[in-house]
């Protein structure tokens, strides 16, 4: 069937392509989104070798956020839990086992959460190249989306604790490629993100937030952590996790 006319003579996108469109744009920034969020408590729309180099679309915004070894060593060395991974292993799909609950009451800069999160999850998985900075009220995002989207992708985005196990999300702005994510989508980002991150809050055995501040380039955690947490056989399936 081909494809229908608009009056002034354009042609119109199907519904199909437009639905697609939409599912590709949330799925890159809820996946973008769940990672440092997960792990601190928990065009260029696609990559092209050689043709995304020459537009610059093959990278992602650089936050001005580049850890040390050092900023690693604080995050690990103020880290109350004991995370059987090696480096590279811990991504979010990975099955996961949580027992026992210590406290935490601690405050991490941008460096030292990108620290950590690049040492466990590495450069496999969903995300890589990732960097987060932490602002009053919330935290700007860049990373390489690798499933459906293949591109780089950034937020800006407030956080807000609502409750021991949720929180709320704001989206302020955000890009895939070269592309900014239309304002009529945020609602719909939004409502997936804070469903799919406080579901996966909430089956974590020992977690709980009391207090969450964002800062100028720091975050302050106060509430509990599990003791333990150990990788299982297996992974899920990233369309799962994401319904």
Known sequence: MPDAIHENGGVAVPARKRHRLRVTLIVGIVVLILLPLGLLGWTGLYNIPVISALFGTNKPIDLGVHPTEADLASAK??????????????????????????PIDDVHTSEEVTAFITAYHGDGGNVRDIQVKFRPGGMEISAFVVPYVKAPAYVNIDVARTSANSVSLNLQSAKLGR???????????????????????????????????????TATLRGTLPETVNLEPGEQDLESLLE
Do not use: Q
């Open 77 to 102: 060395a103020d880290n109350p839990m004991t995370v059987s991974a090696e480096t590279g292993e811990f991504r979010w799909t990975r099955n996961k086992s949580f027992s026992g609950s210590v």
């Open 179 to 217: 592309l900014t994510v239309p304002e009529r989508y945020y609602d719909e980002i939004e409502d997936a993100a804070e469903r799919i991150l406080n579901r996966e809050i909430a089956s974590v055995n020992g977690f709980s937030i009391e207090e969450l501040i964002y800062g100028d380039n």
